[in-house]
């Protein structure tokens, strides 16, 4: 499985745009790229998957370049609410794939 | 739909004694997990399984059994609990879409 490295924290503020970049320099042909998010207390959701170029949704865009060794998480004009810690994960999608989760990045977005 | 649902919530054990944590899902998910998050750190995975009757070891596997007799149950059983073992147990369920894993609200253990 790929290691992932992403910052310890970030710090932000409402209504700003957040990037949180996660390397991912071993990662393997048949990976893909999930990002999860997590309050406390809570388990982890679910937030976008990518393979390659640019995934957006409701909540989120993943932007991956071309070598796919890096991955960023866009959360456009964040508020309060998006303060938790924001997990990387490579991996691929068979039956036997399991999650490995890093030690994450605590989002903190101030008022 | 309840999602996913952990029982208990709380639970606090003495060295020694036996537990189980049960998991019950409603999605009709074949994939089941359990995980254990100690204070700031991420989620590391003690079993799993791919379907009703299978089970398989996770990172940290020891000192855990796992059973998934029906295809929406789960459960992790302690056998002799030991202060290590004080966590947050969270267990998790998935589809065949991608790789969206979901949680359940999480078991707090404090073992003594």
């Known amino acids: 499985l790929a290691k992932t490295t992403q910052p310890i924290s970030m710090d932000s503020y409402e209504g700003q745009e957040v990037n949180i970049t996660c390397s991912h320099n071993?990662?393997?042909?048949?990976?893909?790229i999930t990002w999860y998010q997590q309050f406390p207390s809570q388990g982890p959701r679910f937030i976008i998957q990518g393979y390659k170029t640019k995934v957006t949704n409701e909540v989120a865009s993943l932007f991956i370049p071309a070598d796919r060794k890096s991955s960023t998480l866009s959360l456009p004009r964040v508020s309060l609410s998006d303060t938790a810690v924001y997990y990387c994960l490579v991996g691929r999608m068979d039956s036997s794939y399991k999650l490995i989760f890093g030690s994450g990045t605590r989002l903190l977005v101030r008022p | 739909n309840a999602g996913v649902t952990q029982t208990p919530k709380f639970r606090v054990l003495k060295t020694g004694q036996s537990m189980t944590l049960l998991c019950a899902q409603d999605m009709n998910h074949e994939y089941m997990y359990w995980y254990r998050q100690d204070p700031g750190m991420g989620l590391r995975l003690i079993h799993y399984?791919?379907?009703?009757?299978?089970?398989a070891k996770g990172e940290v596997p020891d000192g855990y059994n796992v059973s998934r007799l029906k295809k929406q149950n789960f459960l992790l059983g302690l056998e002799s609990a030991a202060p290590s073992q004080t966590s947050v147990y969270f267990c998790?369920?998935?589809?065949?879409?991608?790789?969206?894993?979901?949680f359940g609200p999480g078991t707090r253990l404090t073992v003594l």
């Open positions: 998790a369920s998935r589809g065949d879409r991608y790789n969206e894993q979901f």
């Open positions: 399984s791919v379907g009703e009757g299978t089970t």
């Open positions: 071993n990662i393997a042909t048949n990976d893909y």
